[in-house]
């Protein structure tokens, strides 16, 4: 068996491929995927590339030839993207849909915290060395947004009668969230940027997949029931999400 295997083992293929569009050259992430029936291409908002995924029988030099006729289009959505806001002193970032500048507080004590100036403005301090300042932000966001998620989450599992066993949070790209059958919900952490509105309706929406795990008629009956600001928010996230994928990530 381990002979056989040998025999049909898969040459090592390369993780990128680049594609040339006029002047331009753009890398490719190459991802194979055992339930693709197609070649498909996609643009990740906070990596800010373009990746290519491959059936199982599907071929480098079919990929190659998939990824260079659509040049144009890897183009395209890569420029579109927003511009980059990475995590260090002067950006403003928005915390719960309101903007905060962040401030490197050097010798300072502590971690991150939220300061309102006299002038109003919003800042979000961080102590500690400038080097620290993206990680220290990061570390930041996902512990609100964990407290946040976890407090909605819970409060919609009591009024459906549903038990959440997990919440973990991550920078998913795809999608806003996640829930399994288990009783396992996902999120982004990217979800603490956005007003409250969009956050609490993110919540309802998973925990109303562990009344509907699917998106019925009957699966959006339970979610706007429960959450009135339905609409309001995925018109939110509509016009706004993508917008969100560009805090966090490097020019």
């Known amino acids: 068996m381990a002979f056989r295997a040998l025999l049909y ?4 293929e390369p993780h990128t491929l680049a594609v040339k569009h006029g002047s ?7 991802r194979r995927h055992r339930r693709a029936r197609r070649y498909t291409l996609r643009i990740h908002p906070s990596d800010r590339e373009a990746i290519l995924t491959m ?11 998939f990824a260079q006729r659509h040049g144009a289009w890897i183009a395209a959505r890569l420029g579109r993207l927003p511009k980059a806001a990475p995590f260090q002193s002067g950006t403003v970032v928005p915390l719960r849909g309101i903007a905060h500048k ?5 010798g300072t004590r502590g971690t991150v915290w939220v300061e309102t100036r ?19 932000v990061h ?13 909605a989450s819970l409060n919609y599992a009591a009024m459906l009668g549903v038990k959440v066993k997990r919440l973990s949070i991550r920078d998913q790209s795809s999608r806003w969230g996640s829930c399994t059958s288990a009783g396992s919900l996902s999120f982004s952490w990217r979800l603490i940027l956005a007003p409250p509105f969009v956050l609490d309706y993110l919540a309802a929406h998973e925990v109303a997949h562990l009344v509907e795990m699917n998106h019925s008629a009957k699966f959006w009956r339970v979610v706007a ?9 995925k018109a939110w996230l509509d016009t706004h999400g993508n917008d969100l994928h560009r805090y966090g990530i490097s020019e």
């Open 225 to 233: 029931k429960v959450c009135p600001a339905t609409e309001r928010a």
């Open 55 to 65: 059936p199982p029988r599907g071929t480098l030099s079919d990929a190659k030839e």
């Open 102 to 106: 962040i401030v490197h507080r050097a």
């Open 139 to 151: 570390d930041f966001l996902k512990r609100e947004a964990r407290a946040d998620l976890q407090k």
């Open 118 to 136: 006299d002038s109003g403005e919003r800042i979000l301090c961080v102590a500690g060395g400038a080097e620290h300042t993206d990680r220290r």
């Open 9 to 12: 083992r898969r040459p090592a």
């Open 24 to 30: 331009q050259i753009f890398s490719v992430r190459l």
